[in-house]
Nanobody, 127 residues
C-alpha cells in the first residue's frame, strides 16, 4: 500500500511558477512509476506527466511540454512537478498517482493503470 499526499498548490498569476510535491508513505517507493494528472469540473482527469522508477524516463502532455518538469527523489519518497509559465488553462486540481512496476522502468499515460492516488491540490492561475 502507498499513501500519497500532495502539496504546493495555490493561486498564481499567469506567467508565474509553482512547484507541487507528492510525498509517498509505504514501502518500495523506488519501484513505482509516478504520475501527475489534473482535472477541472465536468471534465475527465487528464494526464500531465509521468516518471519511471529509475528516473530514466519522463513523459509530458503536449500542453505542458517545455513548461513543466517532473522529478523525483527516491531517498525522500517524493515526486515533484515544477510548473513554469503558467496559463489560466492550467487551472485544475492536480493529482499525484503511483503504480507498482514489475519489470523494466517505464512511464504511463493512462489513468486506469495507476493503483494509488492522492487527494489532490488546487492550482489556480489568474489572468
Amino acid at each position: 500500500q502507498v499513501q500519497l499526499v500532495e502539496s504546493g498548490g495555490g493561486l498564481v498569476q499567469a506567467g508565474g511558477s509553482l512547484r507541487l510535491s507528492c510525498e509517498a508513505s509505504g514501502r518500495s517507493f523506488s519501484s513505482y512509476t509516478m504520475g501527475w494528472f489534473r482535472q477541472t469540473p465536468g471534465k475527465e482527469r487528464e494526464f500531465v506527466s509521468s516518471i519511471s522508477w529509475n528516473v530514466g524516463f519522463t513523459d509530458y502532455a503536449d500542453s505542458v511540454k517545455g513548461r513543466f518538469t517532473i522529478s523525483r527523489d527516491n531517498a525522500k519518497n517524493t515526486v515533484y512537478l515544477e510548473m513554469n509559465s503558467l496559463k489560466p488553462e492550467d487551472t485544475a486540481v492536480y493529482y499525484c498517482a503511483a503504480d507498482w512496476i514489475v519489470g523494466g522502468p517505464r512511464t504511463m499515460r493512462n489513468r486506469y493503470d495507476y493503483d494509488y492516488w492522492g487527494q489532490g491540490t488546487q492550482v489556480t492561475v489568474s489572468s
